[in-house]
């Protein structure tokens, strides 16, 4: 009997041992190569290609062209909102500016001033800028103009006659922000008899701005 009872006790340990081993087989085998994570090697990841700088001479073009063509939403493009658009003008002896996010072609500023494009389609010229000769009403050379080695100051100067001669109570902070926006601003000209354009570009970013419209120079009825 007592060797019947240890034969019960070791045939039930084996079948123990049996199921639990059937039991974890059938465990891995559930485990199939869809339910492991996949391992993605990086170097076989297409990056995102960093976006180039683009060129002045682009830009300039760029802006020339949707100026000419009255595209307000290619030369919107080239405004920064944060920075906006300066228009300055002279409605009299002094000229003043007007801050504006965009540029409508069908409301121009001033309003008795319409936005007059040229034939131009040449390339950007980098060096001294155009005067223009009010005894002659004539520019002494033609053609499109940027001087990349020198920044304008018309914008902050404005803003300063704007205080002193029209008592416009801008602040001295906003004056310097002018300043720097000057600073990092370049000026190009475009000379046309009767349909002149005259803007600032600045570098914002990545990105070349259209930062100031002058439209004042050249202008020589005060």
């Not at 240890?6 to 340990?13: A, C, E, H, P, W």
């Not at 002896?93 to 131009?120: K, M, R």
């Not at 002659?136 to 704007?162: V, Y």
Request: aromatic share 10%.
């Amino acid at each position: 009997m007592g060797i019947l009872f240890l034969s019960v006790i070791l045939l039930g340990s084996c079948n123990r041992t049996a199921d639990k081993k059937e039991r974890e087989q059938d465990s891995t085998d559930t485990i199939t190569s869809d339910s492991l994570p996949k391992v993605i090697d990086s170097i076989a990841v297409p990056q995102q290609e960093i976006a180039q700088d683009e060129p002045i001479d682009m830009a300039i073009s760029k802006i020339v062209s949707a100026y000419n063509k009255q595209d307000s939403k290619a030369l919107n493009s080239y405004i920064d909102k944060t920075i906006g658009l300066y228009t300055i003008y002279r409605p009299g002896v002094q000229a003043i500016y007007v801050h504006a996010t965009s540029l409508d072609f069908n409301h121009p500023i001033p309003e008795y001033y319409p936005y007059s494009p040229s034939n131009f389609s040449g390339k950007v010229t980098f060096g001294i800028l155009p005067v223009y000769d009010c005894g002659k009403e004539a520019w002494n050379k033609k053609g499109l103009f940027c001087n990349n080695k020198q920044h304008p100051t018309e914008l902050s100067q404005t803003a300063k006659f704007m205080n002193e001669i029209l008592d416009s109570k801008i602040s001295g902070a906003e004056i310097q922000k002018l300043k720097a926006l000057d600073a990092k601003s370049y000026r190009v000209i475009l000379t046309d008899k009767n349909a002149s354009l005259i803007f600032h570009i600045t570098k914002q970013g990545k990105q070349w701005v259209l930062t100031v419209l002058d439209r004042a120079y050249g202008g020589c009825d005060a």
